[in-house]
């Protein structure tokens, strides 16, 4: 333990308010606190290692206070070698509420963990570029970098990243995968379509640019469940969905899965438009399990998807920062929860 | 200009393979790459004031990917004393496709201008308390930062930040003020519902925490406008938008304000169960303009905002920025266009 020499006067010698418009320093801090600058980062840092007295530690917040000083997250984490970010990108597509919630409750756990997130776009760069600007930031844990290869990964890891966890279909080399494989929201659709004997289901696919690495995928689950299937393109505007259901009608089409809630919404509106019964003659379904889905008559059927809880996902972030070896060669895991929600439009 | 040494050898003599899991840095890139760090640096760096041939910089980005080397943003910005970090605090409350749309193109148009946009939470962090977390990224700009006071401003801009932007109702000292003033969007609904014969409107208040700061505003713009308001607090949820559509009945409300289109689509599907005609018996506005509320029959009559252009600011933040001093008694600015959509429920 390191004894602090007290240079403690009543009075501050030197003039201590800086020059207006001038950062204030460390320096500045302990002139005013009578301290030395070992002090001030000792005290502001809490570092336990230093037994520092009470007055003293008051002195110098004090100081730093009427000084305004904030300490350099940057300085700080060149020299403790890391910092305590937790990267979550920004994502490219508009968020639902589901992840929205998500990421809400994400960001509390953390926080109580005492790190600190940030979210960081990945605009006009490809995955492994991308990993290279998040990797300028030193992150200790990244989470959820979509489209991202054993490269990124490595460049991350190199970097510093103690833990890099993928949400994504397949695993990725080098990070902890948790996955969320959006074919199985498919076949959970197609399951319960074929069941009321639907054996062609129309799967509304948004032409809206992102949204294809979640609507592949669960088109491709309608299929492996055995139905026969039809995509149909459709734009998140009205007069797109006239277009698909004046489709959905000539194609003679008994059932349609449309990619999530809201397009649900929109082609179930233009099929009543026309005339069409729901569910009589077309049977439809969403997924997202969105408030707006029960609001609608008939009610939406539709796929309800439950991601990780964010207090469990923060744990598992904690855990592999301690011990980042334990798991180095990590099972894959499924993360996302899929449940048929049953109503009234199919 | 600088005349940097050739130290280039066919065969790198030391090895270049780092220690696997150790951290490559800059002097591992200048022993593979052949040349001194202060030629990596000023090449990472693209700095403009040295002349570096052709080849050198190529083998210096060769090294550098090949070790995976990254250059560490913090000591970057302690070497230039400031960062192109801009901070973008993350909502506190679900975000909508309005202010989605608005963030993602604000991200665009900042980094085409070279800046790196970091949204950063605020979590169990009052106001001035954010701002201190805040300056501890040292961002050279802050937009949008809720609820933070003068003192707040202070510690950012002595941290260095050349810009901060507020976006609220009231302009706060130091920093540059766009103003978003949502009793407007109150007084729009109320002057459309008053031109009805309205005189006495229920306004639904969410029940959910933290969205006040929008509704009560917009509360006190329908009674400016000369209605007599009745507050109708609504959680989001059917069983309690049941009781508010009794109460509707009950007090005998000819006229809604929602907060939103999507509290006025809950609301509105509970009028129209307990057999309420609309807007016969009961007119029934929301906000935001959302789609869904086209797909509602009647079509939600509503209220348009408009927030600035992501590429507007964008170019703001950039003037600031490179001008700190020509804004620095900034006139605030109403930045929020606000449009009546009447349709068919009012």
Known sequence: MVQIPKQHSAQPAAPHKSVPGAVPTSADVARLA???RATV????????????????RRRVHEAAKELGYVPHA????????????????????????????????LQWALSRLDY???????????????????????????????GMG??????????????????????????????????????????????????????VMPKEPGLDT???????????????????????DEQDAAQVAAQVSELGLGAVFAYNDEYAMLLMRALQDAGVDIPGDVAV?????????????????????DLPSGQELAELVDRLVREPDQDAEPEPREALAVTLVARESA
Do not use: K
Not at 76 to 105: C, K, M, Q
Not at 117 to 139: H, K, M
């Open 41 to 56: 980062s000792y005290v502001l840092n809490n570092t336990s290692a230093v037994r520092i007295s009470e007055p003293t």
């Open 285 to 305: 379904m969403g997924a997202d399990d969105l408030m707006l889905g029960r609001l609608l008559r008939p009610r939406l059927s539709t796929v309800r998807l």
């Open 214 to 236: 979640f609507a592949v995928p669960r088109l491709e689950g309608v299929r492996e469940e055995g139905a026969e299937t039809v995509p149909l393109r459709l734009a998140y």
């Open 116 to 146: 600190t997130v940030v979210q960081y776009g990945r605009v006009g760069l490809s995955g492994d570029a991308a990993a290279r600007a998040w990797a300028e930031l030193r992150p200790v844990a990244v989470l959820g970098p979509v």
């Open 150 to 203: 054993a490269d990124g990964i490595a460049v991350l890891r190199r970097s510093g990243a103690r833990a890099v966890i993928t949400l994504g279909p397949e695993p990725v080399e080098g990070a902890h995968a948790l996955l969320t494989d959006h074919r199985h929201v498919g076949r959970v659709a197609a399951a319960h379509l074929l069941s009321r004997g639907h054996r062609r289901i129309g799967v």
């Open 74 to 105: 940057a300085a700080r984490s060149l020299r403790a070698g890391h910092t305590r970010i937790v990267l979550v990108p920004t994502p490219d597509v508009p968020i639902g509420p589901l992840y929205s919630t998500f990421l809400n409750e």
């Open 34 to 36: 009578g301290v030395s």
